[in-house]
Every structure is written in structure tokens, then in C-alpha cells.
């Protein structure tokens, strides 16, 4: 009992120790990680490619090689391209990939950085390719995701035989060449002047529209007014000639005497001076009364 | 067999408990370090922490409730403890503490093209959590890097959709709302729901630096034609009311003219009536206490020059009176 007992205190020791070496990359225990793979050579014949987990290999005689198996991340650089109508636009962009067949990936290219240097390439040669069927505006504008799919697809037939995988090669900048700045800035700056007057006029014409059709609405309201203010004071004269003509027709001639005492008592004032003929019906009486 | 070894009973007891002790001490140091080493499998895990746990190099588990775990210890389980809560930012072209906006690295940084070909300045901070820890270690190598080119990418191309004038002005929200789906489709294109991009935020849009004055004027322009229209409005707020109310007026006093006047004609129309009843009654004498009346009533204030006979008499319309005798 006591040595089962040892024995399984030892062995879990060891094997602690042996997969503790593994961590380290000793074999014969060989642990891959998340993220890696791993191809286990016997004398240069691939004799296992590991997923994570464990696996084993004969110390001293087996080699092992070690790759990414995760997307990758690589950026190239910003290089000069020649669109289809002749501009030059500076593109940048960086590829997402993979190694998908370890053994390919390591006959053909054998490091991480080798086949960076051949993404670039591949993937510089797409850019120039694609871009160089469209011009500067398409490439500008709204073709750009159409442009990184076809660029993607042409780096992902390219790179297929080296084991890898291309997820997704993405323009970032995309700019005119330095050296061009002050004219694109000239033409900004003109734009920009053609836009502010362009405003400014606008502005104007549209308040002088304004006032103009706020003068003619107040003639307007002020006309109509006008007109039917004159209707009604004829409406009033007419009914008032009316009224006037029932009354005294009835009664023309004294009609004729009253109104004319009132026109009197309504046109003769202190600053009247009246000449009076004794004969008047007024005076009838004055000088006769001595007389009589 | 003690015998051929030499050994008394009592050496051979001796020897035997020591042997005895001896494994008991062993097995406890043995025990003890066993101990030891399960216990280092325990580990605390914080609110928005998450715990990916490598068997042998293989991901077996994500552990996401707080609180104390554990699991088989190094080398056997490797746990890596990432936090899944927190809010990571990315600026581009957001000038740090004693940094300026102009520095060359930022404006390198923030300038972009445009749909017209324009060139503006646009920084701006990217917000986003960690929502899967094993994919954002392991499935992806560089995560921020990849972070940081795919934003930028995905702020230049939907910058290089918009005209200049949408991008100062008129499409903002537009603009953060497009680039924060493009650069989740991107991220879900490396793997899925490995990360969130909780925001994308607008620090600052501008013209560059040589072309700012040209745009500011033109800001301006903005700003002088609605003023210009602002006034307009208001002189027409002004002249049409007074219009109005002269409108009013002119026709108030129109009515009032003529509600004057037919109850002006129907008064003295009624007036009349009522003499002329009168009159018929006795003509000659109404005729002459009106006339007297009148004279009664007019002469007192007007100066009065009385001609004899004979003489030039300037006429006057006092003839009806006369005529009427």
C-alpha cells in the first residue's frame, strides 16, 4: 500500500515535471498552445502537426517547429500608385492572414517573416492591379469597399499556395502624393471663396425678396382698404340721399326754405359780415313801426 | 534472519520505526507538497473579470462569475485573467496633456480625403470591450494594433464617402454611426463577438490649417445670409401689421362715415317729417318763427351792415326768405 502510494506520489511529481519541461519546449512532452501549431519532423519527414493540447515526441530526434496559428496582423507600407485616368494616389493597407497549411507554409516560405515580406509583395501587386483599372474618383468614393473585396480575393489566390489564408486586406489611407498638398489646398481655399460669396449672395437675394414681398402685401392690404372704405362711405351717401329724398319729397318747397336756414345758421359766423337791406323780412317791421 | 544480520531484537525494533518515521516524514513532505501545489489551482476573480483557462495548452473553459475559483494548478491548467468590463479607448489624432493639435504625427494621423477630393481633419476616440478573452488572445495575434488600423481604416472610408461639407457640417451623427457598423462588421470578419465597439466619438472636425480662414469665411457667409433674412423677416413683421392695422382704420372710419351719415339723413329726414306736419297745419306763420328764429340765432355774433334802399344792395341768400313773403 505504502509503495502504491509512493509510487503515484512520484508519478504525478514526474509527469508535473515532464509537462512543466513540455511549457518550456523540452520534450518528450510536447504541450501547443492556443494560437500555435506545431509540426513535428521525424529525420525531415513531417510526422505530426499538433492542435493545442498535448502531444509527444522523441527527444534528441525529433525536431519541432512552432507557427502562429491565429490571424496575423501586418501592415504595409504607403507606396505610390497609379490610377487609371494618371493620378498618383499614395495607398496604404494592412492584411489579416494565416497560416493554414503548416507543412506548405513551412516547404514554401518557412518563416512568419518571409512571408510577410511576401504578403507585401502579393498584396502591393493586387493593390496596383486593381486600383490602377479605376480612377482617382472611384477609388475615392464609393467603390472603396468593392476595391478592397476584389483586392482581397486577387492576395487570397496569390498567397493560397504558400498555406495561407488572406481574411481581409483593407486600404487605410489613401492621399495624393506630398508635394500636391498646396494645390489641393488652393483649391480648397478658391472653392471655399466661391461658396461663402455664393451664400452671401444667396442670403441677400433672398431678404431683398422678403422686403420686396412685404411692400407689395402692405400696398396690397392698404389698396383693398382703401377701395372698401370708399365702397362703404358710397354705400353711406347713397343710403343717406335716399333717406333724405323719401323725407322731403313729400314736402319739396318748404324743404328748399328750411334747408336753407340751416345753411345759414351754419355758414354765418362772428367773422361774417352781412349786409342787410332793410327790406328784409327781419327788418320789415323796424323802420315801419315809427310810421304806423 | 536477525541473527545472521547481527542484530539484536532491539536493534531490529529500532531500525523498523525508524524506517517507519522515515516514510511517515517523507509521505507528509510528500503530502504537504502535493498540498501545496493544488492550492496554487485557486484564483479570485473581480467583477468584469474573466478567467480563460489553457489544459495543456488547449482552452477548456472561460470563466465569467466573480468570486473564488479553482482549477487543476500550473502547469497542468494555465489561467489568464482578462478584464471583460472595461471600456478600452483608442484616440487618433486627439493630442495628449502638453501636446498640440498641429504636431505632425496627429495631423498625419487625422488628415483624410473626402468623396470631393478635399482634405480634412478629423480626430476622434473609438470605444470598445473585450467580450470574448480567449478569441481577443488567441484567435488574433496584435489585437491592438489590428484595433488601431481598422479604425483608422473604417473612419477613412466612410469619410471617403462624405463630402467635405458633410463631414464639418451636416452629417456627424451619420458619419460615427457608420464607421461604428463598419468596424464591428470588420472585427466580426476576424471573429465573431470577440469584441464590442461601444462608441465611436468625434473629438474634432476641421479644416486643415492652411484652408481654415477660407472655411470659417464661408461659416460666415452661413451666419450673414440668415442674418440678412432675419432682418427681412422683420421688416416684414413690422410692415405688414402696420399695413393692417392702417387697413383697419381706413375702414373703420369708412363704416363710421357711413353708419354718420344714414343717421345723420334718417334724423333730419325724421326731423323734417315732423316740422312738415306742423307746417301744414299752419304754412305762412311756421314759415316766418323759423325764419326769425334763424335771424334771432345768426345776427347776435356777425357784424351787420344794414343798406338803405336805393343803394347797391350786394347780394345775399337771404332772398329766399324774401322770395317766400
Redesign the interface.
Known amino acids: 500500500m505504502?509503495r502504491i502510494?509512493?509510487f503515484a506520489?512520484f508519478g504525478?511529481?514526474f509527469a508535473?515535471l515532464a509537462?512543466?519541461a513540455?511549457?518550456l519546449g523540452i520534450p518528450p512532452v510536447v504541450?501547443?498552445?492556443?494560437?500555435?501549431q506545431k509540426i513535428v519532423l521525424l529525420f525531415g519527414d513531417v510526422r505530426d502537426v499538433t492542435?493545442?493540447?498535448?502531444s509527444l515526441a522523441i527527444p534528441f530526434v525529433e525536431v519541432i517547429r512552432t507557427y502562429?496559428s491565429?490571424?496575423?496582423?501586418n501592415?504595409t507600407d504607403a507606396k505610390g500608385i497609379q490610377t487609371k485616368d494618371g493620378e498618383v494616389l499614395v495607398i496604404d493597407?494592412?492584411t489579416?492572414w494565416r497560416i493554414v497549411d503548416p507543412i506548405e507554409f513551412m516547404r514554401s516560405l518557412a518563416s512568419v517573416e518571409a512571408a510577410e515580406q511576401r504578403i507585401d509583395r502579393v498584396v502591393r501587386d493586387a493593390v496596383r492591379e486593381v486600383v490602377g483599372r479605376h480612377t482617382?474618383?472611384e477609388v475615392?468614393?464609393?467603390q472603396?469597399?468593392a476595391l478592397m473585396e476584389s483586392i482581397t480575393a486577387n492576395a487570397r489566390h496569390a498567397l493560397e499556395r504558400y498555406g495561407i489564408e488572406i481574411?481581409?486586406v483593407?486600404?487605410?489611407?489613401?492621399?495624393?502624393p506630398p508635394g500636391t498638398?498646396e494645390s489641393?489646398?488652393a483649391?480648397?481655399?478658391t472653392?471655399?471663396?466661391r461658396?461663402?460669396?455664393k451664400?452671401?449672395a444667396?442670403?441677400?437675394e433672398?431678404?431683398?425678396?422678403?422686403?420686396a414681398?412685404?411692400?407689395r402685401?402692405?400696398?396690397v392690404?392698404?389698396a383693398?382698404?382703401?377701395r372698401?372704405?370708399?365702397?362703404?362711405?358710397g354705400?353711406?351717401?347713397a343710403?343717406?340721399?335716399?333717406?333724405?329724398g323719401?323725407?322731403?319729397s313729400?314736402?319739396p318747397d318748404?324743404?328748399?326754405?328750411?334747408r336753407?336756414?340751416d345753411?345759414?345758421?351754419k355758414t354765418?359766423?362772428?367773422k361774417?359780415?352781412?349786409?342787410?337791406?332793410?327790406?328784409?323780412?327781419?327788418?320789415r317791421y323796424l323802420e315801419g313801426q315809427g310810421s304806423e | 534472519m536477525a541473527d545472521e544480520d547481527g542484530l539484536s531484537t532491539e536493534q531490529r525494533v529500532r531500525r523498523s520505526v525508524a524506517r517507519t518515521l522515515g516514510n511517515l516524514t517523507l509521505g507528509t513532505v510528500l503530502v504537504g507538497a502535493l498540498g501545496v501545489w493544488l492550492s496554487l489551482g485557486v484564483y479570485t476573480l473581480d467583477p468584469g473579470e474573466a478567467a480563460v483557462l489553457l489544459q495543456l495548452g488547449k482552452h477548456v473553459d472561460t470563466v465569467r462569475d466573480p468570486g473564488v475559483h479553482w482549477t487543476l494548478p500550473p502547469p497542468i491548467n494555465v489561467r489568464v485573467i482578462e478584464n471583460v468590463g472595461m471600456v478600452r479607448n483608442e484616440d487618433f489624432g486627439v493630442p495628449g496633456p502638453g501636446e498640440t493639435a498641429e504636431a505632425d504625427a496627429l495631423v498625419h494621423e487625422s488628415s483624410m480625403q473626402t468623396s470631393d477630393n478635399n482634405i480634412v481633419r478629423v480626430s476622434f476616440t473609438v470605444q470598445y470591450r473585450i467580450s470574448d478573452p480567449y478569441a481577443a488572445r488567441y484567435r488574433i495575434a496584435d489585437l491592438p494594433a489590428v484595433v488601431r488600423s481598422a479604425s483608422a481604416a473604417a473612419m477613412r472610408e466612410v469619410v471617403g464617402r462624405m463630402t467635405v461639407d458633410g463631414v464639418l457640417r451636416e452629417r456627424r451623427d451619420a458619419l460615427t454611426a457608420e464607421v461604428l457598423t463598419t468596424l464591428q462588421g470588420v472585427f466580426d470578419r476576424y471573429s465573431k463577438d470577440m469584441i464590442v465597439v461601444d462608441a465611436v466619438e468625434l473629438q474634432d472636425v476641421q479644416a486643415p490649417a492652411a484652408v481654415r480662414e477660407a472655411f470659417d469665411d464661408v461659416v460666415a457667409a452661413i451666419q450673414d445670409a440668415s442674418r440678412h433674412v432675419n432682418e427681412a423677416q422683420g421688416y416684414q413683421n413690422q410692415v405688414i401689421p402696420n399695413a393692417r392695422a392702417e387697413a383697419v382704420e381706413l375702414i373703420e372710419s369708412a363704416n363710421g362715415y357711413r353708419d354718420a351719415r344714414i343717421a345723420e339723413a334718417t334724423g333730419e329726414g325724421e326731423r323734417f317729417k315732423a316740422l312738415s306736419v306742423e307746417y301744414k297745419k299752419a304754412p305762412t306763420v311756421t314759415r316766418k318763427r323759423l325764419f326769425l328764429e334763424t335771424m334771432e340765432s345768426v345776427l347776435p355774433g356777425v357784424e351787420k351792415v344794414i343798406v338803405k334802399p336805393g343803394q347797391v344792395v350786394p347780394y345775399l341768400p337771404l332772398d329766399r326768405a324774401g322770395a317766400a313773403k
Request: net charge negative; aromatic share 10%.
Open positions: 505504502k502510494a509512493l506520489l504525478v511529481a508535473v509537462v512543466a513540455g511549457n504541450i501547443t498552445r492556443e494560437g500555435e492542435a493545442p493540447g498535448l502562429p491565429a490571424w496575423l496582423y501592415s493597407n494592412y489579416v482617382i474618383g475615392l468614393k464609393d472603396r469597399a481574411n481581409d483593407r486600404i487605410n489611407r489613401t492621399e495624393l498638398e489641393v489646398y483649391r480648397m481655399k472653392e471655399r471663396e461658396l461663402a460669396k451664400n452671401r444667396e442670403g441677400d433672398r431678404a431683398r425678396k422678403i422686403r414681398e412685404a411692400d402685401d402692405a400696398r392690404i392698404v383693398n382698404a382703401r372698401d372704405a370708399e365702397i362703404q362711405r354705400l353711406g351717401d343710403e343717406a340721399a335716399r333717406i333724405y323719401e323725407a322731403y313729400a314736402e318748404f324743404y328748399a326754405f328750411v336753407s336756414l345753411a345759414y345758421r354765418i359766423d362772428t361774417t359780415t352781412l349786409v342787410l337791406s332793410p327790406d328784409t323780412e327781419f327788418f
